[in-house]
C-alpha cells in the first residue's frame, strides 16, 4: 500500500517568509501526488498535483512543490507567507483507487 | 462544472433519527467516495463507488449506508447513530483511471452533530 508522511505537524513562520512543508511517499510504482488546504470548517482545496509530467508542479496562490524520485519527496514551498495561508495542509497519495493522506501540518503565520 | 456539491452543510440529529447526506457532481467523474474527518486529523475513506457499484467499503458499521443512485450522486444514509459519529463527512469524485486531468475534487462537508 502507498503512503505518505508529513514531517511537522505544526510549522510556524513570519509574515513574507519562506514556507516549507515537508512530506514523504512510500510507493513501489510513480505515484499521483497531491497537496490539499483546508481552512476551519471547510473541505479540502486543491492546491497541486504531481502526475508524472513536469517534476516542478505549480499550484494557487503561489504555491509549488517538486517531485524527487531519489528522495521520494513532494515538499510544498511558497516564497513569501501571507496571513491568508494558514491552514492546514495534506500531503495525498492516489493509491490503486483511493486517496490516501498524510497526518496534516498546520501552518502558522506570524505577523 | 467543476464542483462536488454536497447538502446540508450542518446537521444535528439524534441517535433514534434518520437522515441523509447528499452529494453531487457533474464533471463527468464515475468514482465517487465518502469520507470522515474527526477533528485535528486527516480524512479517513469510508466507501468508494466505481461506475455507480460499491467497490470499497472500510469495515464502516451498518448504520452508516451508502447509496449511488446515479453516474452524477452519492447518497450517506444515517440511521442510528453514535455521539462519536459526529465529524465532517466529505465526499469526493474523480476519473476511475489515472489520466491527463486525473484528480480528486471534495466537497465542502457536511458537519455531523449527534446529540
Known amino acids: 500500500a502507498q503512503s505518505v508522511t508529513q514531517l511537522g505537524s505544526h510549522v510556524s513562520v513570519s509574515e513574507g517568509a519562506l514556507v516549507l512543508l515537508r512530506c514523504n511517499y512510500s510507493?513501489?510504482?510513480?505515484?499521483?501526488l497531491f497537496w490539499y488546504v483546508q481552512y476551519p470548517n471547510q473541505g479540502l482545496q486543491l492546491l497541486l498535483k504531481?502526475?508524472?509530467?513536469?517534476?516542478l508542479v505549480k499550484g494557487i496562490n503561489g504555491f509549488e512543490a517538486e517531485f524527487k524520485k531519489s528522495e521520494t519527496s513532494f515538499h510544498l514551498t511558497k516564497p513569501s507567507a501571507h496571513m491568508s495561508d494558514a491552514a492546514e495542509y495534506f500531503c495525498a497519495v492516489s493509491d490503486t483507487d483511493k486517496l490516501v493522506f498524510g497526518a496534516g501540518t498546520i501552518l502558522r503565520v506570524k505577523s | 462544472d467543476t464542483e462536488v456539491t454536497q447538502t446540508p452543510k450542518h446537521l444535528v440529529m439524534g441517535m433514534t433519527n434518520k437522515k441523509s447526506l447528499k452529494c453531487e457532481q457533474h464533471?463527468?467523474?464515475?468514482?465517487m467516495y465518502w469520507y470522515k474527518q474527526k477533528a485535528k486529523k486527516p480524512p479517513e475513506l469510508m466507501f468508494v463507488?466505481?461506475?455507480?457499484?460499491?467497490?470499497i467499503n472500510e469495515s464502516v458499521p451498518s448504520r452508516f449506508s451508502p447509496e449511488c443512485p446515479n453516474s452524477s450522486l452519492l447518497n450517506l444514509h444515517l440511521h442510528a447513530l453514535q455521539p462519536e459519529d459526529s465529524a465532517l463527512y466529505l465526499c469526493?469524485?474523480?476519473?476511475?483511471?489515472?489520466?491527463?486531468?486525473?484528480?480528486?475534487?471534495f466537497g465542502s462537508g457536511t458537519r455531523l452533530t449527534v446529540v
Open positions: 469526493a469524485s474523480s476519473q476511475v483511471r489515472p489520466g491527463p486531468n486525473y484528480g480528486y475534487t
Open positions: 463507488y466505481s461506475y455507480e457499484k460499491l467497490s
Open positions: 510507493s513501489s510504482v510513480p505515484p499521483y
Open positions: 504531481y502526475t508524472s509530467a513536469a517534476t
Open positions: 464533471m463527468g467523474h464515475r468514482a
